[in-house]
């Protein structure tokens, strides 16, 4: 049994994998922190683990960290940043679902995170980890830096367009939507249910965080610069992001359908849908898949690209533990086969 | 006091007419119509009109419609199409909430609707009830055809850019999501609380019936035939839309936040908010308000515009009753000054 | 024109307060305090009141509420104890929305809060601003205060049976469900929609402070002491309380429908449903309105009592706007006639 | 491996017994019927299947059904008694999860249920599948009746008491809420989004069809008969079930929590919460966990229980793969062990 350590896990992304890791037949917890809930057991914070797991929260400058084989940071930015080197050093491997390593660039990490990176040099190193783009860098990776919720949807979305160079890389569009534990499990007020509930808006307008991101990825697809207009809305419910993603095609461009089917043919959690349906994040909770549908209006220029994402698997913990598969040699599924509930 | 009639006041366009003109000071309510609720108190039906009202559904081929002034279609599409001729010849005013004189060319109603259109005659001049638009025309209309829901938010929200021709025609983005209230008050498997709650989903991706409507307008305004990619979406709630839009600016725009806040300097139910701020169906719950932002992202080329109305308010019956304000010469805001609850 | 101040109208009873005062004809909203945010305009933070006004908040202790002819305390408990003594001998008439004066022991109350009161001699005096049991005391009143949400439907649901002295005493049940702006406008981790949707649960079932609240009103109303098991429940929704009333009939209790349909025939916010149709918060929200049934399932000795009303209104700010209807010699109904939105 | 059939698994007991089945090392489905998608695949009905099944729908009458070892009914009440009789006869198992032989005494279903029983030889002799109270004869029955899912929570949480002998039995009370899943994946009206959400209303109060299946199962346990009044209520939420139990404690009734703790110490799905705490429908969702908390509020004569179960899990197809379980020899809690997903 491999032994793992979770940073940080009285968040969403962390109970989240605890529920994967907690029924995985490889791995065996061996260690949860929480500066904030030391000593208190992990199932009286979350009863859901209740019958699951009898851990108790340690300190996160415990040395049973040390004694892991992988590390998991589900921390809000700017913590792994401090700790990273120190697992490294003492040959522990890390898979980080913050933001502190997705950027390459820590200048342009520091622009956008309005702070000096404390371990920059790890930067250009960290494997970024996304199984579909990156699958044998991670499997050799120490430091895996897990993909924004929004830039897995998005960029799994665009990746066969850009691949095959079928689109205009000036004008591309993701217009997306998340349920509301992409806000985190903190008490703000624009997160209640009073004030989240009967609600649609959009967010971040501007520029929100995951931009750069995204356009960093799409850049390494498309081997040239592209830009993109990325507008996140806050919806109404939990779980879930629907990023709907819209590009002018070139002429030429071929059968959209068929260039997603072939693809993504053995790619274990990307689902391309039979034409003419769509993906919904209902489908996916709780899951470790993207869907995704393609579609050209009309006939005309426009390809409107649909892509479904549960925010805390795909798009956080349940790549991770697939990133973590890939890194241990097991089959890619290994627990993570689960159906979703539904309704 | 001018007396109105409701035509197929069971739906929520329906419900939604009565909670505005049953306290409006300067209409009575005559006669309200439905074919499967004859001899039934609206009341029973409504149990949110219980002390508003007496008044009992009559058969749609009463006699008493013959007697009101102005009369409200707020039933599916293919039934005011039947109806309307003999009331207009009676010198009845209608106001049709409904889809059936939406388009100008009959031929395009046909195609988009899978039907003949049985009073063609009617569709060029019906006036489009979009008062923003067309205020004077509907002042003097004897039959005014309300919007769609989607085509009031999207074309409000492209108005500014269009006139003053500052954006290219064709590649415009309309991604929009609706409450599930758009789908109607009938008891459909996707309507039902299990399948559309933690649920969001695009739909009519390939085509959506308010697109020739949408690009009608849209058209009209930039005075050259445009070209709309439109994505609905479904959202887990009751009421509103948000319409996010795109657009390519052409160079030398100029100051977009300027041009939406002098276009609509003077409109009563469009809310051009400051810069920075986003609007939110819940600000618009059963209002007849439009809130509009605009931003340019990055400063770049991409112009994001987003629009949130109350499907059923200034997306329906809302805009109805603004029609018919305009129409008897009253004060644009009489019975319609509504604060929204919250939360 | 009367003129009124709000005291502490940044949460959801002071928005509530607003947005039925602003629309009411007899009363002008003078002056309403915030210590958190004075300075900023009332419809920066709650959008829904942009065009309805252009009032700032100012401080608490600024000596315009004293000019006002009546203040309301929207505060959390604790606050208007410390101010209504001024207020009361500058001839300021006062409601207080909170729990300050609700229990006319202050021994009891300081049980319950859990520290001292800092007027008690207030208590006593205060009126307790049930309109269907104190309407004479009301109009006469210059310190009424406002039942809590729990206790109004609870009250209005046992009190005929309780005046017509036909059910036990000692085992009178209430089991209630609250929507989710009963726990305030506050950044509480238990009411943020990833923690509240898709949930039901109890709570305070050890003892809730509205306990004494209901049993001091039950116990007047049967002029005996009364025992009430009081579990509050939280339903996944924003506004509206129902509550589920039992207790064990006397033999010969006679009709209970005719009972409740006579004792409030004569009540204009109270609406006894014909036999065999159920409340729905639904049907009450932003009303002010309380919804009530009354069955004997079985024919068995259990009488079950439902009630329903928005806590917001009938439950908070709708009765507080009641009372001072009644205070100021107005119709009871006067800006409360609104309509409920649905769906 | 196990040949089981699914029979009318279009619902939402069907897809739930599919999510458990299709993981479940021991059982293989084989068959699953529906006469309504005879020839369509699962997954095309139900996404979230997909990738986990290359099942298609079969006829009901088809014969395939005869060579299983073990065949489910997931439909609605008045099937399985016309097909059940077949199926014995050819040796089939046959866990039944609809009401058609939970009552013993084929004339009070023919009362509740408005039709004669087809096959009422078969009443008294099908074992009522709750384990925790019959889980012996389960093991050897051929006909085993699966418990309505309000009777699954009201009969564990009163259990205890009822077995002690420590409550009167003539005024038991169970207030219960239940998601909207509780009325099937049917296009009804008052399940659409638009009617249910933002909505909180009791229903069958005159007499739930659940009421004498719970009457039974609770005089068998005192041994005596008892009267329970039973509100349910219709709660905002897609799944779960809360049961809010009262009853009057005889006098020296003892430590309720020992009772509970010690009744229910060797359930594997039964889970006592420590003083103090309460559950939650979203804690057990998708779980097959009966949660239960008891109370004796203030210290008086009336105690309460509540207890959480998920209504399509412990309440239906968990508490069917439970029995199925035991039938076939398996540890209990095989195909059972996993995590709520969490938010």
């Not at 079928?166 to 997160?191: D, F, M, N, T």
């Not at 009967?198 to 850049?219: C, D, K, N, W």
């Not at 006939?299 to 973590?324: E, H, P, W, Y």
């Not at 241990?328 to 290994?334: D, I, M, S």
Request: glycine share 8%; net charge negative.
């Amino acid at each position: 049994m491999v032994k793992v350590g979770i940073i940080g896990a009285t968040g969403y992304t962390g109970v989240e994998l605890l529920r994967l890791l907690l029924r995985h037949s490889d791995v065996t917890v061996q260690v949860v922190t929480s500066r904030t809930e030391v000593g208190r057991r992990l199932d009286a914070l979350f009863p859901t683990l209740r019958g699951h797991t009898e851990l108790v929260f340690t300190d996160p400058d415990s040395t049973e960290l040390m004694g892991c084989d992988l590390v998991f940071f589900a921390t809000p930015h700017n913590v792994a940043m401090r700790s990273v080197p120190r697992l490294l050093e003492a040959g522990v491997r890390v898979i980080d679902l913050s933001a502190d390593y997705r950027l390459q660039d820590s200048k342009v990490w520091s622009q956008w995170y309005g702070e000096d990176h404390v371990s920059p040099d790890l930067c250009a190193g960290a494997v970024y980890g996304l199984p579909e783009v990156n699958r044998a860098a991670i499997a050799d990776a120490s430091l895996v830096a897990c993909p924004g919720c929004y830039p897995t949807a998005v960029q799994l979305g665009f990746l066969p367009l850009l691949k095959a160079g079928v689109v205009e890389l000036q004008s591309l569009i993701a217009s997306c939507a998340s349920g509301v534990s992409g806000a985190g499990r903190q008490g703000k007020i624009p997160s209640l249910l009073t004030e989240a509930s009967e609600s649609f808006r959009a967010y971040g307008v501007m520029g929100h965080r995951h931009l750069p991101e995204i356009e960093q990825g799409l850049t390494q697809m498309a081997d040239t610069p592209v830009q993109l207009t990325f507008v996140p809305h806050l919806a109404p419910m939990n779980r879930g992001i629907l990023a709907t993603l819209f590009a002018q095609l070139k002429e030429d461009a071929g059968d959209c359908q068929a260039l997603f089917e072939s693809t993504y043919a053995n790619e274990p959690f990307v689902d391309v849908l039979p034409e003419g349906e769509q993906p919904d994040t209902r489908y996916v909770r709780g899951n470790n898949r993207c869907q995704l549908s393609v579609t050209v209006p009309q006939g005309r220029r426009t390809v409107v690209v649909t892509a479904a994402i549960d925010n805390l698997t795909k798009g956080a913990s349940g790549q991770a533990v697939q990133a973590m598969n890939i890194m241990l040699g097991l089959p890619e599924l290994r627990g993570l086969e689960l159906i979703s509930v539904t309704p």
